[in-house]
């Protein structure tokens, strides 16, 4: 069974950082491109970036693009998500997403429960 359990979120004063991860079990960790989605309040499920299966190679949305990184670590199978210069606009519960291979254009196939970030004064 496929398990992937966010930590690390919390509340942040703006221009602020907070560094996410994602530990994953139940399945070849290595073997899957890895991401991270976010929905903010009455919005839509939102993609921000996804990473490599050796990490290689990242994608990012361009409204975080420079402030936030995406590594992994596939000895601990975990995934992090460094986020700097936070803006109220980040505030959202963040799901670390898995892909079904390593191929790098298809979507994720899950997500996990989801870590909130409040970006707030």
């Known amino acids: 069974e496929v398990q992937l359990v966010e930590s690390g979120g919390g509340l942040v004063q703006p221009g602020g950082s907070l560094r996410l991860s994602c530990g994953a079990s139940?399945?070849?960790?290595?073997?899957?491109?890895m991401g991270w989605l976010r929905q903010a309040p009455g919005k839509w499920l939102e993609w921000i970036s996804k990473?490599?299966?050796?990490?290689?190679?990242?994608a990012y949305v361009d409204s975080v693009k420079g402030r936030f990184t995406i590594s992994r670590d596939n000895a601990k199978n975990t995934l992090y998500l460094k986020m700097d210069s936070l803006k109220d606009e980040d505030t959202a519960v963040y799901y670390c997403?898995?892909?079904?291979?390593?191929?790098?254009?298809?979507?994720?196939?899950?997500w996990g429960q989801g870590t909130q970030v409040t970006v707030s004064p």
């Open positions: 990473i490599s299966c050796t990490g290689g190679n990242t």
């Open positions: 997403a898995k892909y079904p291979s390593c191929k790098w254009s298809v979507r994720n196939d899950s």
């Open positions: 139940g399945f070849t960790f290595s073997g899957s491109v």
